[in-house]
Structure formats: C-alpha cells, structure tokens
C-alpha cells in the first residue's frame, strides 16, 4: 500500500539558509499535518492543511511557512535557519471526518550548521 | 488543552517478559486514542486506535486497552526486536491534530 513520501530524507543547511520540505500524503488522503521531533522529544505539531486551506496551526515559528497544493502535496518552507531547528520533521496524511487514522512518513532530518 | 502522560518513560525487559504501558489523558472530548511505534530515526508507525472505553486491540504480541481515563499497552512474550519507543496520542474532534505523550522507550534483552 502507498504510504507518505517525504523529500528529502536527509538535508544539511547553514544558518540563516532557507529550507524547503515536501511531502507527499497517501492518495485520496485530504488532509496533512507537520510535526517537528527534537531528539529524545516528543513530536510537536507544527501546522495542518485541509483541503489546500490551513486547518490548525501549533507551534510554528514565523520564519516557517506551509501550503498545500491542488495534488494534496504539501511543502514546509524554512527561512533564517537557526540551529535549534535541527530535528526531524514529520508528514502524515489522513481523511476528513470522524475516527480516521494519521499516517506519517519517514521523516526528513535537517541539520542546520 | 489536552494533555498526554506516558509511564514508565523507559522499561528494559528480558525476553519473555511481558509487562504494560500507561497511557494517561485529559482530553474536552475524546475522538480517539492513537498507539504508534517509533524506531530511531524513522517515522512513528500506526499500531492502534481506539475510540470508546472498554474498546481492546490486538496485533501480534501487542494488546490495547482503554478506559476513561487512560489506555495501555499490554507486550506478551516480547521479543529483542519489539524494542523501540512506544507513542500515545489523542485526538479531541474531527481531524485535530494528534497531541502526543513523551513516549515511553522500551528495550528487550534477548
């Protein structure tokens, strides 16, 4: 079965570089959420689209922005990249409505230097 | 705000040896508790969700259960490669997005 594609896997910037992550949700999936896991932490929500619109947004700095597009694909766009944002960054994917499951992708870790 | 408390935050375990993770919440309305597995450096994977009390779930070696207030996750006869950190989420309503615990890190010594 198909599962969220992340790109890229593995990604190295200096500070104060612009980033761009892509995810790809599972087809037929609406909705897609971005998660930042700090090592030894907990996944922390940062954003979520919902049919291209933004439905939720966490704890995401100003520096970062999102979008999804008319193929459900989504991008997280990072700008001024600080070396706390070192982490991985999570996409999952579900279905609008009640008792529906996230899926995530394997992640893309940055390495800010 | 929902809130997701996990124990123990680490549990080693000799082969064989089965024993449970806690899973605690306070949740305005629950639509849903999520169990997912992490590997190091890799994407939580999705185990189970559950959405009523007294609602189990089964795979393999792994059980869930829940009551109003918490869940767990009940490892029978683990196995060295069942080691990794086990996640607890909630989702309050709709598509919200999860709102997860610390995790709790398992190791299985063969």
């Known amino acids: 079965a198909a599962g969220v594609i992340q790109s890229p896997r593995h990604l190295i910037k200096e500070k104060r570089e612009t980033a761009t992550l892509k995810c790809y949700p599972i087809p037929r999936h609406d909705t897609v959420y971005w998660y930042q896991q700090g090592p030894g932490q907990d996944p922390q929500f940062l954003i979520s689209?919902?049919?291209?619109?933004?439905?939720d947004k966490g704890s995401i700095p100003d520096r970062f922005s999102a979008q999804q597009f008319s193929d459900y694909h989504s991008e997280l766009n990072m700008s001024s990249l600080e070396l706390g944002d070192s982490a991985l960054y999570f996409c999952a994917s579900s279905l609008m409505g009640e008792n529906t499951e996230a899926f995530f992708g394997q992640g893309t870790r940055l390495t800010v230097v | 705000e929902d809130q997701v408390t996990q124990s123990p935050e680490a549990l080693r375990l000799q082969e064989g040896e089965s024993s449970s993770l806690n899973c605690s919440y306070t949740v305005s309305g629950l639509r849903g508790l999520f169990w997912y597995r992490q590997d190091p450096g890799k994407g939580p994977e999705f185990l189970f969700t559950?959405?009523?009390a007294g609602e189990e779930k089964e795979k393999e070696r792994l059980k869930a259960t829940l009551t109003k207030k918490e869940s767990f996750l009940h490892i029978t006869a683990p196995k060295p490669e069942d080691s990794a950190t086990y996640l607890c989420a909630v989702r309050s309503s709709g598509n919200t997005p999860l709102v997860f615990g610390k995790g709790t890190r398992l190791s299985v010594i063969a």
């Open positions: 559950l959405y009523s």
């Open positions: 689209f919902y049919e291209k619109m933004q439905s």
